[in-house]
């Protein structure tokens, strides 16, 4: 079965950082990976699908990269609306999703 | 728009049985995968099962197999999910989303907001 591994499983920038989050799956996957952002008391939503395809509305600060087993998010200018989880979901199978990265603000 | 509302969820005994349901509006339902993912307290994302399109073909989380039922009445625009023999594990905010296309096997998008099940004596 495949795993993914997110990691940090929690990190903490100031405002205006580059941040990355890291997804790793236990096997290849292609490019079959989303981002999703869950911010407190909100509807998840998702960010980016295809590894790297930004989806309609979500700001240009947001971006993802990786191919086969290493994915990466990453937000260029890290603002406080940005404080939520994050999670990567393959979807090569079943939906599977990763542990989580928890981002907050320094 | 596209909108998913919960509904169902509650406080049940470990044993017990609880039907949630997800009323879906604002896209052809009846064309879509549909799924169900839930989040324990303190724990990250859990996808449970998943409905294609005619509701005949589902998929299940090892977790829950043989004790969730996933289904759809698709003149309704309504999803379910049948729970029974509820575990404390099974605790959890149970949210539907909408698969992007109709193979069930792709990101979801748009979500629910979700329904808290609570299993506790």
């Known amino acids: 079965d495949i795993q993914m591994t997110q990691s940090p499983s929690s990190l903490s920038a100031s405002v205006g950082d580059r941040v990355t989050i890291t997804c790793r799956a236990s096997q290849g996957i292609s490019n079959y990976l989303a981002w999703y952002q869950l911010r407190p008391g909100k509807v998840p939503k998702v960010l980016i699908s295809g590894a790297s395809t930004l989806q309609s509305g979500v700001p240009s600060r947001f971006s993802g990269s990786g191919s086969g087993t290493h994915f990466t998010l990453t937000i260029s200018s890290l603002q406080p609306e940005d404080v939520a989880t994050y999670y990567c979901q393959t979807y090569n199978s079943a939906p599977l999703f990763g542990g989580g990265t928890k981002v907050a603000i320094k | 728009q596209v909108q998913l509302v919960e509904s169902g969820g509650g406080v049940v005994q470990p044993g017990g049985s609880l039907r949630l349901s997800c009323a879906a509006s604002g896209f052809t339902f009846s064309s879509y995968a549909m799924h169900w993912v839930r989040q324990a307290p303190g724990r990250g994302l859990e996808w449970v099962a998943c409905?294609?399109?005619?509701?005949?073909?589902?998929f299940y989380a090892d977790s829950v197999k043989g004790r969730f039922t996933i289904s759809r009445d698709n003149s309704k625009n309504t999803l379910y999910l049948q729970m029974n023999n509820l575990r404390a594990d099974d605790t959890a905010l149970y949210h539907c989303a909408k698969d992007r296309y109709g193979s069930g096997m792709n990101w979801l998008d748009p979500w629910g907001q979700g329904t808290l099940v609570t299993v506790s004596s």
């Open positions: 409905t294609l399109h005619e509701g005949t073909n589902t």
